[in-house]
């Protein structure tokens, strides 16, 4: 079944459902937390036309660990600003959503076979956030990070997703945030940069693997080559991606959203599995 393109498509396709869609954002530059940009005003339509959840459960770029999986069960998950040189009104925002440490030791156990383990250290880095503030601005949804394991490979990702899937008939949203492209050395700053060609290629691939529901290929780091490498100087930013294409299934519709590149090498590609 072809994927839609708009959230005008999502609003008409999402049905009541006990079944929880999944959504994977490209967040790009902290800045769109607090300029008014084409992908923060999608992300807030969004908001609007997603059910709501019972908690959030996010998977970040900028959660990397090594050799485990941690899940957050803090209770008031702290506002992570992990960046530097951008003006002081981004390290103002606040997102003060409290936490799920039940569910969260709940999906410890669910990830037990991944070596995962509790932590009460990280909170919500600004992969969460940023994108977090526009969805359900009032923090009033329970929210919880689960790290990514960057010793693995990109199969292993998909594995976290296939045993996260079951959350979604518990109420669980679960967010991947980081972009399907992100080359931060090919970076050129300022308005109406051109994308690079690598970029356009990746981009339309993974697309089109993507709504093929060729996971296998979008994490054969392989068969992707140079253009995985030219693509993800590292991976980071790409694993949420498979995350939430991994708890997807043959069940969900398909919907794009966002699918420019800004600054010639971030894809800022977004899209939400949805259940028919």
């Known amino acids: ?13 999402l049905s009541p459902s006990d079944r929880m869609p999944l959504v994977f954002l490209g967040h790009g530059s902290p800045m ?16 609007q036309t997603l059910p709501r959840p019972k908690a959030i459960l996010v998977v970040s770029a900028h959660w990397m ?9 803090s209770d008031m998950p702290k506002t992570i600003h992990d960046f530097y040189g951008f003006p002081d009104a981004l390290f103002a925002q606040q997102y003060p959503a409290s936490g799920n440490p039940d569910l969260a030791r ?55 997703g296939r045993s996260l899937s079951e959350l979604r008939n518990r109420g669980v949203l679960i967010l991947g945030s980081g972009n399907v492209v992100h080359n931060l050395r090919a970076v050129q700053w300022g308005k109406g940069a051109k994308p690079h060609d690598f970029a ?3 981009d339309a691939l993974f697309a089109e693997k993507l709504e093929a529901r060729d996971f296998t290929a979008l994490s054969d780091q392989v068969g992707l080559g ?24 043959a069940g ?25």
Not at 252 to 275: C, E, G, N, P, Q
């Open 252 to 276: 969900d519709d398909l919907t794009f959203m966002t699918d420019s590149i800004d600054l010639a090498s971030v894809s800022m590609r977004s899209y939400v599995f949805h259940a028919r």
């Open 106 to 160: 709940d999906v410890v156990s669910l990830l037990a076979s991944h070596h995962a383990e509790e932590d009460d250290t990280w909170g919500l880095d600004h992969g969460a956030w940023t994108v977090l503030k526009f969805l359900y601005p009032g923090a009033d949804v329970p929210v919880f990070q689960v790290s990514i394991d960057m010793s693995k490979g990109l199969d292993y990702q998909l594995e976290i």
């Open 1 to 13: 079944m072809p994927a839609t393109r708009t959230l005008e498509d999502l609003k008409a396709a």
């Open 65 to 73: 660990t090594r050799g485990t999986t941690l899940v957050d069960v």
């Open 226 to 249: 140079t253009l995985l490498q030219m693509a993800h100087p590292s991976v980071d930013h790409y694993l949420p991606a498979l995350t939430v294409a991994g708890a997807s299934d």
């Open 200 to 202: 356009l290629e990746f």
């Open 32 to 47: 769109n937390a607090i300029e008014d940009t084409a992908y923060s005003r999608a992300w807030t339509e969004l908001g």
